[in-house]
Nanobody, 116 residues
Framework: QVQLVESGGGLVQPGGSLRLSCAASRSIASIYAMAWYRQAPGKQRELVARVTSGGSTNYVDAVKGRFTISRDNAKNTVYLQMNSLKPEDTAVYYC??????????WGQGTQVTVSS
């Protein structure tokens, strides 16, 4: 099991940028996949972006070309760079780690609000 702590959320105007960080309590080098999810009020939690241990990435269509996920194994941290933010990106963003055995660990979430 791994503990995850997200940070970097906040209030930003439309068109602005934020970088979210997810710090893990232990090495993430052996973790199969790290991912960012989000949940807006009244909506289901959805996958935003995912990166595997091999560096493969995938994104939900709504954020392609605007968000970039990356992992720094030396710092045990995963990032989500979010550019050209829109009001519809407003949500609580969660980090998830999936081990090779399929066990999931979640962070507590960080609020992102896009509003003028």
């Amino acid at each position: 099991q791994v503990q995850l702590v997200e940070s970097g959320g906040g209030l930003v105007q439309p068109g602005g940028s934020l970088r979210l960080s997810c710090a893990a309590s232990r090495s993430i080098a052996s973790i199969y996949a790290m991912a960012w999810y989000r949940q807006a009020p009244g909506k289901q939690r959805e996958l935003v972006a995912r990166v595997t241990s091999g560096g493969s990435t995938n994104y939900v269509d709504a954020v392609k070309g605007r968000f970039t996920i990356s992992r720094d194994n030396a710092k045990n941290t995963v990032y989500l760079q979010m550019n050209s933010l829109k009001p519809e990106d407003t949500a609580v963003y969660y980090c998830k780690a999936t081990t090779p055995s399929g066990f999931d660990s979640w962070g507590q979430g960080t609020q992102v609000t896009v509003s003028s």
